[in-house]
Each structure stands twice: as structure tokens, then as C-alpha cells.
């Protein structure tokens, strides 16, 4: 846990020496893997210390682990948050916020423009006896007039995947603070790098780790970061037992006991350990993968067989602005539609670098027909509430030597 203060380093340096400003076994230049599941302690007492949280320390590797907690403290810094909670993936941080902080009869305000997944789990939570409100959140007066007494918490991505709307981040999290009301921001699509949530008033923050953190594709993550912005004495439901720390560890403490103990969504210290090491990277890799992302998406947009582009980078884009203002770039996802006549599956087909995989912030470049995949189950009606045409491809963009990149896509639009 950080006290807020403004970092000493840079964004990669501190990510690549964070680990050592504690003493690592033996010199380690790498948090090491720690398999073990149980600490054992010489003095009983000490055992029961850590239990009843009067002394810092490990009990068993469900509720937390040194590998998992070196990732967790480099995202705290990344995030220049208060504490971070990892899961074993993104989706298993975003379910934790409804395992740990939701009850019957709760209201949710989330934005209508969303992760497939996340969406699929509203309506789970829906049919559990919490209200979800799906708004347009690019405008702050959807998300008040959706406000009721019940509200619990507001819920948007950055950049949504994969129509790439902005949420109008600031005003909510004005609004939000105004109304005592926690702010929940998925930071996913623009990663830490690219901006950081507490910055407009974000309480909590959802980063996938298997994205753009990680960057390779090898390993599941997800984490809850709190920015130690919001005022937990504002929170209804936050047990006795945890009411005896001080407030701004109400949250973390509710959460890694209500989820972490009580749904067990761990995440292993092998998995902590390859995303520690992708981390490493991210600055270099965003840098790249932003920088291919806009010349494709200009290339797309110039080309006449392209129905429509949609990339927070081109001056066309609603909060191309709004983007400018808030984000290091403009990301590395876009999406984009083909004239009628062009068959999406046959253009998919004759790419020969970008790869139809379902992934995102990958190093290599990835593609998928969204209608016919990620959001099938939802059906044609939601689809298009949210925006999404029949023939979108999202374009997950990976840090190819541009030319390669951009040839691929102008060969396949050709043939
Ligand atoms: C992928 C993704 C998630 C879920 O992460 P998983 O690790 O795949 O569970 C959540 N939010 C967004 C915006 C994502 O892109």
C-alpha cells in the first residue's frame, strides 16, 4: 500500500525496480514463484496474529500469496492507487465487486456500452434481485437521471469494447463524489499507461490483467485497485468486522474476505509471475501498438470499401477530444465495418498476419467478427442498442513493423 504521493520514477522504471524496495530471497532480480499454499509460523501466537489482521503476514494461499502480492503493489503504483486485490481473471475482479459489495435490492447505473462478458454478468446479477440501469454514459445527465436512492455504485469502461465509445468520465465522477456514490471505472482498454481512473474520481478500478498488462497472451488475470478516493463511511454494507480498520481500508478488507475468501477467484503466483513479466514491457509495447492503431485506422478510413471507422484517434470520433484530453493515446483497439457486399469472413480469411483470435493488447495483431462471436448471444436487438453492425471487426492492434501491418490489411481489402 502507497500513501498517494506523486512517484518517485517514471511509469517503467518503476514497474522494473518496484520489487526491490523490498529485499528480495537471495538477490532475486524476479519476485520469485512462491508455490507453497500454507505459512507456517515458529510462535502460535504469531499465527493467530495475522488471522485476527493485527500483524501483516500470509495464511493461506487462497486469500494471498508474496509472488501475488509483489503484482498486486506494482499495480498500486501503476494505478498510483491505495491497495490492489488480484483475481484469477478479469471477469473473477468484476464479479467480486458483486459478490463483496452488492445485495438484494440494489441499484447498479452501468454503461450500456460494454465487455460482452460484463454485460452477460448484469443480467446475471439481475436475476439475483439487483436493478442494473444500462445507460449511455458518453452524456453525465443519462447516468443522473438513472440515479435512484438505491444506486450503490456507477460502472463504465474507459474506451468500450469494441465500438469504442468514452464514457464522460469527469462529470461522473463528479456526480459520483457529489452523491457519496462509488465510481467504478474498467481501465482495461486504455491499461494504467494510457490513464488512470483516480485522476477523475474513480473509487475502484478493473484492470484485465490478461490484456494489455500482461501483453503476451499467456496468462489469466484481473485486479481491483482502490484509489483511495472514495469515502467507505458512505458505503451501506460494509460488515462490523471491517468497520474496525481505518476507512480507507474498509473496501480492500471487505472485498479480499467477502470475494477473495468466500468465492475463492485466485490468482496463482505462476500466473502473477508472467504477468509481472509482460508488465515490464507495457510502456514499449502501448507506444507501438497506439502508434500502429492510428495509421490503420486512417488507412481503413481513406479506403473506400470501409463503411465506417471507429477509433478514438480519427477527428471523426464523437469524444476524439474528450480522448485527447484525458488519455497518453489513443489505444490500441479499433473496429470497422465493410461495405455491403464484402463478406467479413472472407476478408478475415485473407489476412495473413492479423490472426482471428478472441484476445486483447496481444502482441500480435488480432481480429474477430464481433455480431458473429463475442456478441452472438445477445442477440441481434442488443447488438445494435449497443451499436454493434453485423459485420464489425474489432482490430486488437500488435506491435507488427507497421508496413507488414499495414500491407496485410491493404491486400486483403484488394483481394
Ligand atoms: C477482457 C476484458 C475483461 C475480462 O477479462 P478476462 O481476464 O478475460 O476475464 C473485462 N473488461 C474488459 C474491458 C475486457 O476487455
Known amino acids: 500500500m502507497n500513501e498517494n504521493h506523486k512517484p518517485q520514477y517514471g511509469f517503467t522504471t518503476t514497474i522494473l525496480h518496484g520489487d526491490r ?50 503484482l498486486e503493489d506494482k499495480i498500486t503504483k501503476m494505478e498510483n492507487g491505495y491497495g490492489t486485490i488480484c483475481f484469477s481473471t478479469g471477469m473473477a ?6 459478490q463483496a459489495l452488492l445485495r438484494e435490492g440494489d441499484h447498479v447505473v452501468s454503461s450500456a456500452f460494454l465487455f460482452g462478458n460484463t454485460n452477460s454478468l448484469w443480467q446475471t446479477v439481475g436475476a439475483q434481485g439487483v436493478t442494473v440501469s444500462m445507460v449511455d454514459a458518453t452524456e453525465v445527465a443519462n447516468v443522473e437521471a438513472a440515479l435512484t436512492p438505491a444506486t450503490r455504485l456507477v460502472f463504465v469502461e474507459t474506451i468500450a469494447n469494441p465500438r469504442t465509445q468514452i464514457a464522460d468520465l469527469a462529470r461522473i465522477g463528479t456526480l459520483c463524489r457529489e452523491r457519496g456514490i462509488l465510481f467504478i471505472v474498467d481501465n482495461t482498454m486504455t491499461s494504467p499507461y494510457l490513464f488512470q481512473p483516480r485522476a477523475v474520481g474513480a473509487g475502484l478500478v478493473v484492470n484485465a490483467l490478461t490484456k494489455s498488462i ?44 467477502k470475494a477473495l475468501r468466500d468465492f475463492g477467484g485466485t490468482l496463482g503466483p505462476e500466473a502473477a509471475h508472467h504477468i509481472a ?17 492510428l495509421s ?19 477527428k471523426s470520433h464523437p469524444q476524439h477530444a474528450l ?11 479499433l473496429s470497422f465495418e465493410l461495405k455491403d457486399g464484402i463478406d467479413c469472413f472472407d476478408f478475415l480469411n485473407r489476412l495473413r498476419l492479423a490472426i482471428p483470435a478472441s484476445n486483447l493488447g496481444d502482441t500480435r495483431t488480432l481480429v ?48
Open 21 to 70: 524496495q523490498k529485499p528480495i530471497e537471495h538477490g532475486s532480480l524476479h519476485k520469485p514463484i512462491h508455490t507453497s499454499v500454507a505459512f507456517g509460523y515458529k510462535d502460535a501466537r504469531e499465527l493467530a496474529a495475522v488471522f485476527q489482521g493485527r500483524q501483516p503476514g500470509y495464511r493461506y494461499g487462497r486469500q494471498g500469496n508474496p509472488t501475488v502480492s509483489a
Open 93 to 98: 475482479a468484476i464479479g467480486a465487486v458483486a
Open 214 to 257: 500482461a501483453g503476451h497472451g499467456i496468462a489469466l488475470g484481473g485486479s481491483l485497485t482502490d484509489t483511495g478516493v472514495y469515502d467507505w463511511t458512505r458505503y451501506p454494507h460494509i460488515a462490523e468486522n471491517y468497520r474496525k480498520f481505518p476507512p480507507v481500508q474498509w473496501g480492500m478488507a471487505q472485498i479480499r474476505a
Open 277 to 293: 513479466v509482460g508488465a515490464e514491457t507495457m510502456a514499449l509495447r502501448l507506444e507501438r501498438e497506439c502508434s500502429n492503431a
Open 296 to 314: 490503420l485506422a486512417e488507412m481503413l478510413d481513406a479506403d473506400e470499401r470501409v463503411a465506417a471507422v471507429h477509433y478514438p484517434g480519427l
Open 323 to 333: 480522448a485527447g484530453e484525458l488519455f497518453r493515446a489513443y489505444g490500441s483497439l
Open 368 to 415: 474477430i467478427p464481433v455480431a458473429h462471436t463475442i456478441f452472438y448471444e445477445m442477440g441481434p436487438e442488443r447488438r445494435a442498442s449497443m451499436g454493434i453492425a453485423e459485420s464489425l471487426i474489432r482490430v486488437s492492434v500488435g506491435i507488427e513493423d507497421n508496413a507488414d501491418l499495414l500491407e496485410d490489411f491493404r491486400q486483403a481489402l484488394a483481394g
